[in-house]
């Protein structure tokens, strides 16, 4: 969890240098409609890596058992 908190952090601290070492990694994933679901995605991160309650209710309401079997 340590490096999981690290990496949101780092993003969050700097994240154009994230976003470009990203794309080094993957190059297909460098496109207009991935970089705004990666700056878009900064919504979705925990600030202290604790589960959120709001989180399950939301992933609940959003999958359904045939989703995930």
């Given at each position: ?12 601290a700097e994240p154009e ?51 995930v079997y």
């Amino acid at each position: 969890m340590k490096a999981v908190k690290k990496a949101t952090n780092y993003v969050l601290a700097e994240p154009e240098k994230a976003y470009a070492d990203y794309i080094d990694m993957k190059p297909a994933m460098g496109s207009d409609i991935n970089r705004k679901i990666f700056e878009r995605s900064f919504a979705y991160f925990s600030k202290d890596l604790q589960n959120v309650q709001r989180d399950w209710v939301s992933f609940r309401s959003s999958s359904s058992t045939e989703d995930v079997y």
